[in-house]
């Protein structure tokens, strides 16, 4: 535990120093990692602590990110006011649906998570008057302040280092661990007196928040909103990203963010057409070969070297 | 990413309510042929194929090559659509064997990204092998006119279409239950390892279902190609109308899939004509409601 917090405390001295060496370019590759990484930790309080898989989270982002830019652009809220109440909205969505999608288990979760995304993907598609449909809407720009890739990096990091650290107490907290007891055993948990479904629906809406405001962060950074941003690709997005970095640990999720769009940037840069590929290939490799993520991979090293140490 | 239009571009927009309902009733029947392979494929190897739309993408740009390859006559047209769905069913046995085999008693979440995976792969591999641009196949000259039904000129082409959904849905049902094959199918999904235990080969089973499944999407490609753009996206499309129906349906059943799709198709029809705006998010409305009510589908049975 000490040895994480060292380790987390020296990647954020880097994160902050970072921007002074990089060029812009590199700056914005920071930004989307965070964003990434955030919004696969949302995504991992239900999947690796609660065990439940959503595959329509990309919802939860895309309302985020739709709930600033229309903030920001139509009613003309200052950006810091549309970047607080975009979460909530996120939250809001995560409360409706996720009313009914905690009734359901493993797969048939699964798939109602994806009909309702499915369903905002649509509404926001055809809605053309307010989301600008197919076109998004463009120049979601944050204020002066905030406009140079270094000062909005520093923004994101702000505050997605907050989200790290309410996520991380949410997990340690008691309700993280009734989290964790229903993931393992959801009637031993009932037993024990935790009311499965309330607490597995104040997870599903403390995940869609923090997906909100990955979307929201996102918005501002990228300029402009689209309607990909719900689309059922988009909810893949975290589960690859868990998937590589290991659902088992907390910082999983960051690890497989660097990892999954650093790959991304070096294929990108080579060949664009070939990214897809090579994602699908490293997925089937996961899956076949790493089924732990690569963090797994060295956890487990780490957890055989402790046990020959404490054979001693 | 669009819904009705581009995949069923023979849907009208009368107020003759028995021209909606035959115009629902074909759009029903092509959705049977698009999504029964996926049903199928589930119930037997109880793995949910996201690459469905995939195939049926193989199978279009198959269908496309072959007539451009084949001499310019008007028997070339049929040979093509009884090669790509073959071909489709060879890449589909060929992924089952090497892939899909391995995974078979893992977590269903790591089969449903294997096949995302699956579907990120063909589609890069489609871009490479035939390019960004859209392709376009002639229809056969016999059916290039159109004739009038119900008053309404009605392209002879679709005419190919929904008279050969039908036909592949009695087929389906006489290799199904007429078949000594179409048993063993039936009892796999029941019950696999009695099947095994009683000296089936189930391995080989689950190679030729997924074939077969495969070959369906296939033809459903195959088909439609000289109704739509061939193009990139085509995939996503599909296997979201696939998973919608098969989902309400009941995955696995065969008569829940196609009562699902001529649901959904009366859904469509009418919903263009009664909420214009927003009738392409009544299939997935109908599928939120079926999920919450019965989960496993119409006609389909309870896990566990």
């Known amino acids: 535990m000490a040895r994480s917090t ?7 001295a880097i994160a902050l ?29 239900l999947m690796g602590f609660g065990g439940m898989v959503s595959f329509g989270h990309a919802a939860y982002f895309a309302l985020g990110a739709y709930a ?32 009914f999608i905690v009734r359901l288990s493993h797969t048939y979760f699964a798939m109602l998570s994806l009909a309702f995304a499915q369903i905002l993907y649509t509404i926001i598609f055809k809605w053309t008057s307010l989301t600008g449909g197919d076109n998004g809407l463009l120049n979601v720009w944050p204020p002066a302040f905030l406009r140079s890739v270094t000062a909005y990096y520093y923004f994101t990091l702000l505050v997605i280092g907050a989200c790290f650290l309410a996520l991380h107490a949410i997990v340690n907290s008691p309700f993280g661990y009734a989290l964790k007891a229903i993931r393992e055993n959801p009637r031993r948990a009932r037993f024990i007196g935790v009311n499965v479904r309330r607490h597995q629906l104040c997870a599903f809406v403390l995940s869609g928040f923090f997906s909100g405001v990955a979307g929201a ?12 941003f719900a689309f059922f690709t988009k909810s893949f997005e975290p589960l690859i990203v868990v998937l590589l ?49 690569f963090v797994g991979l060295f956890e487990r090293r780490a957890w055989r070297l402790r046990a020959v140490n404490g054979k001693k | 990413m669009e819904m009705t239009t581009s995949l069923f571009p023979w849907i009208t927009n009368s107020p003759l309510i028995a021209v909606q309902v035959m115009s629902g009733l074909s759009v029903g029947m092509f959705l049977f042929l698009l999504s029964v392979g996926m049903s199928l494929i589930f119930g037997v190897t109880r793995i949910v194929n996201l690459a469905h739309g995939s195939f049926y993408m193989v199978g279009a740009y198959l269908m496309a090559a072959l007539i451009e390859v084949l001499p310019g006559n008007p028997v070339s047209f049929w040979i093509a659509l009884l090669l790509a769905p073959i071909g489709v069913a060879v890449l589909g046995g060929v992924i089952e064997i090497t892939l899909l085999r ?61 008279g050969l959904s039908p036909l592949v849905a009695v087929g389906l049902w006489l290799v199904f239950y007429r078949t000594r094959w179409g048993m ?50 085509m995939d996503a499309d599909v296997l979201i109308n696939a998973f919608v129906v098969v989902v309400i349906g009941g995955l696995g ?20 004509l009664i909420f214009p705006g927003v009738s392409i998010v009544l299939p997935f409305a109908l599928m939120a409601v079926v999920l919450m009510i019965r989960p496993w589908g119409l006609l389909g049975e309870p896990e566990e």
């Open chain 1, 68 to 99: 600033a830019a229309l903030l920001a652009q139509k009613a003309e809220w200052p950006m810091l006011a549309a970047f607080a109440a975009a979460p909530l909205v996120a939250a809001f969505g995560a409360l409706v649906f996720g009313f």
């Open chain 1, 217 to 228: 962060v996102f918005a501002f950074h990228n300029g402009s909103v689209f309607p990909d």
């Open chain 2, 102 to 162: 391995r995974v078979y008693r893992r977590d269903p979440m790591m089969q449903l990204i294997l096949t995302f995976a699956l579907i990120l792969i063909i589609g890069t591999l489609v871009l490479l092998v035939w390019g960004p641009d859209n392709k376009s196949v002639a229809r056969p000259e016999a059916l290039a006119g159109s004739v009038r039904i119900l008053g309404q000129p009605f392209p002879s082409y679709y005419l190919l279409v929904l």
């Open chain 1, 17 to 45: 120093v970072l921007p002074l060496a990089l060029s812009a370019f590199y700056v914005v590759l920071l930004t989307e990692i965070a964003v990434a990484a955030l919004f696969a930790t949302a995504f991992n309080l």
């Open chain 1, 245 to 293: 970095g290991g659902m088992q640990s907390f910082y999983g999720p960051l690890a497989g963010a660097f990892g999954f769009k650093v790959m991304e940037w070096l294929i990108s840069r080579w060949a664009p057409i070939y990214w897809p590929l090579f994602l699908g290939a490293i997925l089937i490799v996961v899956i076949l070969v790493l089924p732990q993520g």
């Open chain 1, 6 to 12: 060292v380790m987390l405390a020296a990647a954020l």
């Open chain 2, 184 to 233: 063993l199918v039936r009892a796999a999904t029941v019950d696999r390892e009695m099947l095994g235990a009683l000296g089936v080969d189930v391995s080989r089973l689950y190679t030729q279902v997924f074939a077969f499944g495969s070959w369906l999407a296939g033809l459903g490609g195959a088909l439609a190609a000289p109704t739509v753009a061939v193009a990139l996206g």
């Open chain 2, 253 to 272: 059943s065969f008569a829940g899939t196609l009562i699902s799709a001529l649901v959904v198709g009366e859904l469509q029809s009418f919903g263009i």
